[in-house]
């Protein structure tokens, strides 16, 4: 197995077919990359969202034991 | 916990709560195996996997290209299994996969268009034809779209899971089109390069990182989907206990976080 490329430049040019073939490359790793981030996001989002309504709820009903 | 005394396998199976807590404990596994995978697979097939005589380095976009159309296929009847199922025993779990399954697959679809059209242009000279293939890819794209879109069409939760499941179990019909699409019609796009029943039509040493790259795609779909699912869980058993304590939780280290 030997590396197909003598230099960077070739290996980006890939005799022509480098535009191609790296546009491919770049597009899906960052499809990708956002196919797992975005689960990430969506998952501190909602812890944060939940932690807020308890907090609210949990101000409203010491807010109604002070007033009996 | 629950204790096992009145559980079966297949209802704890479908239990959000043992879902989140298992996979919880593969994520760090899973997250190690697909990135190792994914670069080494990555790194061979576009820097040592010899060039092709006829297509020269162009037939490189092959390793993305074919592992990430495997995966659309098998995404979509994972969805529609998960759908079924979540049909006939009412299962949550079951459709919280499904709809996870929904925008993965709606990625990895357009990839498989996009890796496509810029492989067609070097090689038949067009990013785009409407042929067999590319057609009914294209039908699935906006197959897994509809799926996704009826989650938000109606206001209960319950409609919108029936609506998506009927939808990915109709279109189904779409998978053997596009399996058998290269065979019944006259087509640009070439022939299976991997078929089950007979040896590969391509030399080892291209075929030796294709392979890794589609257990690469493999593991990622289900690292995908874990997470997806995952923070859909938390979505839709807000009411839950657990989930309550867990995002109280996270709250507090958020906060001592911030102190320091």
């Known amino acids: 197995m ?25 597009v899906s790793l960052l499809v990708m990359g956002w196919l797992l981030v975005r ?6 989002a909602n812890l944060k969202s939940i932690a807020r309504q308890l907090r609210r709820e949990q101000r409203r009903r010491g807010a109604g034991e002070e007033k009996q | 916990m629950a204790s096992n005394r009145d559980w079966t396998w297949f209802y704890r199976l479908g239990s959000p709560r043992w879902f989140y807590e298992t996979t919880g404990r593969w994520l760090p596994w899973l997250w190690t195996l697909t990135l190792l995978l994914l670069t080494t697979g990555l790194v061979w097939g576009l820097g040592y996997a010899p060039q092709d005589a006829k297509q020269g380095n162009s ?42 399954a929904a925008p993965i697959g709606a990625a990895l679809t357009f990839l498989a268009l996009f890796t496509g059209a810029v492989w067609g242009k070097p090689t038949w000279g067009t990013y ?18 509809g799926v996704l879109a009826l989650q938000y069409a109606f206001h209960s939760q319950e409609s919108g899971n029936k609506a998506s ?13 596009i399996y058998k699409s290269v065979d019944w019609w006259y087509t640009l796009h070439q022939p299976a390069t991997i078929k089950l029943t007979s040896a590969p039509s391509m030399h080892i040493d291209m075929f030796q990182p294709l392979l890794m790259m589609i257990i690469a795609l493999y593991c990622f779909y289900a690292l995908a989907l874990i997470l997806f699912t995952r923070a859909e869980i938390l979505q839709r058993e807000r009411k839950a206990a657990w989930v309550c304590e867990l995002a109280l939780q996270a709250d507090k280290v958020a906060a001592w976080e911030a102190e320091e």
Do not use: C
């Open chain 1, 2 to 26: 030997k590396f197909q490329f003598d230099s960077f430049q070739q290996m980006m040019e890939m005799a022509g077919h480098g535009p191609y073939v790296w546009t491919a490359v770049l």
């Open chain 1, 39 to 44: 689960p990430l996001q969506l998952h501190r």
């Open chain 2, 59 to 100: 037939f490189r976009i092959i390793y993305l290209h074919v592992p990430v159309s495997f995966l659309a296929l098998a995404g979509y009847y994972l969805m529609a299994i998960a759908g079924a199922i979540g049909l006939i025993w009412k299962m949550k779990l079951s459709y919280m996969v499904m709809k996870s």
């Open chain 2, 128 to 145: 785009w034809v409407w042929d067999a293939r590319i057609t009914s890819m294209l039908i699935l794209l906006f197959l897994y779209l």
């Open chain 2, 165 to 177: 499941a009927i939808l990915a179990l109709v279109g189904t019909v779409n998978i053997p089109i």
